[in-house]
């Protein structure tokens, strides 16, 4: 799969096309991708504190999407686990994302999320459904 072929998955979602995510890179088992800032993630005005639910969105996001180099394809979440580790602040934002154990019924990755000076804000694990259509 190519960038082009992976941002085009990505840019077909309403939600993840509001996120204002580019992918920039694409491995066999690993994703990074940009979100920009957007106002609208701002959860807390006097601190300019971005909403916990974007990082959670952009952690699901990075992890699932480290599929699309092996399976081609998003998945669905089984699990998610995040951890909050510092203030997500106004400005862009990097998603990363690896493939931890491909398995034929479901799948763990990991993902990061920093911040434009390269300060990790939060990282996650998750769980999800890479068997095949109806099974």
């Not at 992976?6 to 992918?23: D, K, M, N, T, Y």
């Not at 997500?88 to 479901?106: C, E, P, S, Y």
């Not at 939060?122 to 068997?131: D, E, H």
């Amino acid at each position: 799969m190519t960038l082009d072929e992976a941002q085009a998955i990505v840019s077909r979602g309403p939600f993840l096309r509001w996120l204002g995510l580019e992918v920039t890179e694409l491995g066999p088992d690993s994703i990074s991708a940009k979100a920009r800032w957007r106002e609208d993630w701002v959860a807390n005005p006097t601190l300019g504190q971005t909403h916990g639910g974007i990082l959670a969105a952009l952690i699901d996001f990075a992890a699932d999407f480290a599929l699309l180099g092996s399976i081609g394809h998003p998945v669905p979440t089984i699990d998610l686990r995040v951890d909050y580790l510092r203030l997500a602040k106004q400005g862009d934002l990097i998603a990363k994302g690896r493939v931890i154990k491909l398995g034929k019924q479901f799948s763990i990755c990991e993902a990061m999320v920093l911040d434009e000076s390269d300060r990790l804000l939060a990282s996650g694990r998750g769980a999800f459904a890479t068997a095949p259509k109806g099974d």
